[in-house]
């Protein structure tokens, strides 16, 4: 079955400095795969998004990810972290031909001044 | 374009009372889903539709029945509410199959 696993619970990084957060799939087929954020109170924001093509993709808010076929990974990078980034940030793919998402378990992220 | 709306945005129900949560999309999107969240637990799918008349089950239906009378309009009905539907529910739309889905901003629903 398919799975998503997001192995960091919660990480805290100085405003300013780079961020990965690592997210691992697993599907059988070539995966459809996203990056999701969700302000506190608020719903789910796609931030980017892999279908095929170039494996290094660009997002919204100066986010990017790169998809590796070879460790089933598509980890979330940004080179300077800004203190509104703060916020849960969920990987998902899809499992089946109707587009259902299936979610990780989320990577809060702080930011320290 | 308002995208997707959730109605109500806070709900309190009692024990065994049932509701309706409502959901409507103005992108013509044919999928549309329903999604709780829990802590630690991310988004777990209910129940979805790829188009008006059709809906299949997610990975947690029980308790929960939805209809798609309509492209635009995906309602979540609780027929008898339980203290362990309390969450926070979010309907998304998309193209078919697409994936990319839009999100509500979420109904956080207490059960007492």
């Known amino acids: 079955a398919q799975s998503v696993t997001q192995p960091d619970i919660h990480i805290t990084v100085s405003e300013g400095a780079s961020l990965e957060l690592r997210c691992n799939y697993s599907y059988g087929a070539t995966p459809y795969l996203f990056w999701y954020v969700q302000s506190p109170g608020q719903g789910l924001q796609l931030l980017l998004k892999?279908?095929?093509?170039?494996?290094l993709v660009q997002g919204i808010k100066g986010f990017e990810a790169e998809f590796k076929r070879s460790q089933s990974s598509f980890n979330l990078r940004k080179p300077s972290v800004h203190w509104s980034d703060a916020a849960e940030y969920f990987c998902a793919v899809v499992g089946g031909s109707q587009g259902n998402l299936i979610f990780g378990k989320g990577t809060k992220l702080s930011v320290k001044p | 374009n308002a995208g997707v709306t959730q109605t109500p945005k806070f709900q309190v129900l009692k024990t065994g009372q049932s509701m309706t949560l409502q959901c409507a999309q103005d992108m013509n999107h044919e999928y549309m889903s329903w999604y709780r969240q829990d802590p630690g637990m991310g988004l777990r799918l209910i129940h979805y539709?790829?188009?008006?008349?059709?809906?299949d089950q997610g990975e947690v239906p029980n308790g929960y029945n939805v209809s798609r009378s309509t492209t635009e309009d995906f309602p979540l009905r609780l027929l008898s509410a339980a203290p362990s539907q309390t969450s926070v529910y979010f309907c998304?739309?998309?193209?078919?199959?697409?994936?990319?889905?839009?999100f509500g901003p979420g109904t956080r629903l207490t059960v007492t």
């Open positions: 998304a739309s998309s193209y078919y199959g697409q994936g990319g889905q839009y």
């Open positions: 892999y279908f095929s093509g170039d494996t």
């Open positions: 539709s790829v188009g008006a008349g059709i809906t």
